[in-house]
């Protein structure tokens, strides 16, 4: 990754584990554990490869009229999301691939994310 930005590792932890963790919905999502996992994965385009381009809430598939993010400018975007092993988004063929009623609801179980669920403090370094 660029110098000055998140390795990997801590990108993962903190977009994915952390947020499965404190929705209560580890391990079956933000992780990848055969048997355990449903296997949904986004797949970024490799360093360098993607030119960069300023964020139009247009290129979003939300419905509301405002990202935060508008007019960013960003050198990196999703290539590829899987989804319980199928591709719903590929960036280069046709984009959102994805039908209606594709996704399952899932139901919260406690939180596991330290802190979350106690008197603990939180602690920023851990989230």
């Known amino acids: 990754m660029s110098a000055g930005r998140l390795e990997l590792t801590r990108f993962v932890e903190v977009t994915s584990t952390n947020a ?3 929705y209560g919905l580890y391990p079956r999502k933000g992780a990848f554990i055969p048997g355990e996992s449903d296997a949904d994965l986004v797949i970024w385009y490799p360093e360098g490869k993607l030119a960069p381009f300023q964020l139009k809430n247009e290129m979003l598939h939300h419905n509301v009229d405002y990202s935060p ?7 990196q975007w ?3 999301t ?27 179980g ?11 403090p939180w602690d920023i370094h851990g989230f």
């Not at 993010?69 to 050198?75: C, L, M, P, Q, V």
């Not at 092993?85 to 590929?90: A, E, N, T």
């Not at 406690?110 to 603990?120: A, M, R, W």
Request: proline share 6%; net charge positive.
């Open 20 to 22: 499965a963790r404190l």
């Open 69 to 75: 993010y508008e007019g960013k400018i960003f050198k």
């Open 78 to 80: 999703p290539r590829y």
């Open 82 to 108: 899987i989804l319980r092993g199928q591709v719903v988004w590929d960036r280069d063929h046709d984009g959102l691939l994805g039908k209606p009623g594709q996704g399952h609801f899932l139901h919260r």
């Open 110 to 120: 406690p939180s596991t994310l330290k802190g979350s669920l106690s008197n603990e």
